[in-house]
């Protein structure tokens, strides 16, 4: 299994700009999530599925649009990017049955100019 | 609401020192605790849970004990070595979905 796995890992950005941050797994897990991890931050959640066709918001969901038309995909989506989403973005699935046991993926370092 | 709080790093040590990282933590109901950790360049594991008080949830000489009468989670290996160096998060977890992760702690360690 490759587990959670995320592209770009590397994402420069001009204010404005649109990009899709890719999020893929394929242990057959219900739900995925999003988060972003800021220095001094820890992790934020912005947003997640409990399974295909259902999303809803975390702690910090402005500026980003996500969408699950399959159980294994989960995008993260900005319209246009800000200063301000510079960070460090984190896919992580679990079993439903697991709310501890998130599997993370690699990471997405995303600079917005 | 429900908060992590850890200890400000970064923690230095030398090579088999011991390591405590603190983790205190606000809860509505009966959390779940956690321990993951972040090596460089790579994303969050599983080191550690416990879920109810009294627990000890142990893994890779690590150990954390839940104790609700502190609200605390601390972490601690009696030796620590080079590969052991990388950053700490607490986190909790009420049901449902959402974990609440601390800020993190980074732990250098030193030949």
């Known amino acids: 299994n490759a587990g959670v796995t995320q592209t770009p890992k590397f994402q420069v950005l001009k204010t404005g700009q649109s990009m899709t941050l890719q999020c893929a797994q394929d242990?057959?897990?219900?739900?995925m999530s999003w988060y972003r991890q800021d220095p001094g931050m820890g992790l934020r959640l912005i947003h997640y599925?409990?399974?295909?066709?259902?999303?809803d918001q975390g702690e910090v969901p402005n500026g980003y649009n996500v969408s699950r038309s399959t159980t294994e995909d989960f995008p993260l989506r900005l319209l246009s990017a800000a200063p301000s989403q510079t960070s460090v973005y984190f896919c992580?699935?679990?079993?439903?049955?697991?709310?501890?046991?998130?599997?993370f993926g690699p990471g997405t370092r995303l600079t917005v100019t | 609401g429900n908060s992590v709080t850890q200890m400000e790093g970064p923690v230095t040590l030398s090579e088999e020192a011991f390591l405590t990282i603190n983790c205190t933590y606000t809860?509505?109901?009966?959390?779940?605790l956690f321990w993951y950790v972040q090596y460089p360049g790579e994303g969050l594991q599983l080191l550690l849970k416990?879920?109810?008080?009294?627990d000890k949830g142990s893994n890779k000489g690590f150990e954390a004990t839940y104790r609700k009468e502190t609200t605390s989670f601390h972490l601690e290996k009696g030796s620590v070595q080079v590969s052991d160096s990388a950053v700490y998060f607490c986190?909790?977890?009420?049901?449902?979905?959402?974990?609440?992760f601390g800020t993190g702690t980074r732990l250098l360690v030193s030949p």
């Open positions: 992580a699935s679990r079993r439903r049955d697991r709310a501890y046991e998130q599997y």
């Open positions: 242990m057959n897990h219900e739900y």
């Open positions: 599925s409990v399974g295909a066709g259902i999303t």
């Open positions: 809860a509505t109901g009966y959390p779940s």
């Open positions: 416990a879920t109810k008080a009294d």
């Open positions: 986190a909790l977890n009420t049901g449902f979905q959402k974990l609440v």
